[in-house]
């Protein structure tokens, strides 16, 4: 009885320092992830002028990638039959408009691509629009006052991206916007809330 | 079979809502109240009394500042704590026959 009540004691710590770590990380890593798979797209698109891989390949891997990261925990729940680890409401709001917000932009990028509009340059100032207002819900939702001015970023971002849309160099701008505004305050949250030491 | 030890629980610890928060202090490094609250499934009151159980022991220090004109407490794990935590979880593994843990 005792070992059986230690065993499940243990199990139960494992599962809540998990759960700790997935609260700490999660939001985060996904912005690294995704900020950094969009601007390697930016960047093999600017540099591929004079032949290489097909524009599509490039873009279908950087999105593709970061989608099946995104998705882990489903894939984590889906494996081991296993709840969520962090069902808090805040967490599943931001967990839902990231969903969402990412939901509306693939599709919206096959939609233009199919058609090709992809070619008149709107949909990186769309994007960049979408991603100013995802992320500034985040900030009021996560209690984080300095990704607002993240946002503010973007929604600048988009108008010099739109103002760029005929322009090659557009694609250097949002690889930069990638990095600095996505993949570098996904890594300051992974960052600033990492234990040092687990248990 | 192994010895039960009662002197060498931590009856700070021993409530199943503290170890609660400890973990998941452990794993997030830092959270605040609602965080924490929603993480162990808990009302605020309980979440509240045993926090500062929590903090009287040492176990976790909170920091009260304002975001977006709101009264914020963020919880942080403290050295004795994530100790306390650690000699818990060894604790526990001596109850179990070795290679027996999971």
Not at chain 1, 49 to 67: K, R
Not at chain 1, 90 to 98: D, E, I, S, T, V
Not at chain 1, 138 to 159: C, D, I, Y
Not at chain 2, 20 to 44: E, H
Request: with cysteine; aromatic share 10%.
């Amino acid at each position: 009885m005792i070992e059986d009540r230690a065993r499940e004691d243990i199990a139960f710590i494992r599962e809540t320092i998990e759960a700790g770590r997935t609260y700490a990380t999660s939001l985060g890593s996904d912005m690294v992830v995704w900020g950094v798979a969009v601007a390697i797209g930016h960047l093999t698109t600017y540099l591929r002028v004079g032949g290489g891989l097909s524009p599509g390949w490039i873009w279908a891997a950087c999105i593709g990638l970061p989608w099946l990261y995104s998705l882990r925990r489903y894939w984590r729940r889906f494996l081991r039959n296993r709840q969520p680890t962090h069902p808090g409401p805040m967490a599943k709001a931001q967990q839902m408009l990231w969903l969402g917000f990412g939901i509306f932009l693939t599709t919206l990028a096959i939609a233009a691509s199919w058609t090709g509009e992809m070619r008149l340059g709107w949909f990186d100032a769309v994007a960049a629009g979408a991603l100013g207002s995802t992320v500034f819900a985040t900030a009021w939702l996560a209690s984080l006052p300095w990704l607002r001015w993240v946002a503010v970023g973007w929604w600048g971002g988009e108008l010099l991206v739109y103002g760029l849309r005929n322009e090659a160099e557009m694609q250097l701008v949002s690889a930069a916007m990638m990095l600095l505004l996505l993949a570098l305050p996904g890594l300051v949250l992974v960052t600033r809330r990492m234990p040092r030491r687990s248990a | 079979m192994t010895d039960y030890d009662h002197a060498a629980i931590d009856e700070v610890l021993h409530s199943r809502v503290r170890l609660a928060i400890v973990a998941f202090l452990a794993g997030a490094g830092a959270a605040d109240f609602s965080a924490i609250r929603d993480a162990i499934k808990t009302t605020d009151g309980n979440a509240s009394v045993h926090l500062r159980k929590l903090e009287d022991t040492g176990y976790v220090t909170v920091e009260k500042r304002f975001a977006a004109r709101k009264p914020k407490s963020v919880y942080r794990l403290t050295e004795a704590g994530r100790r306390a935590l650690n000699e818990y979880v060894t604790h526990l593994e001596s109850l179990l026959p070795s290679g027996r843990q999971r």
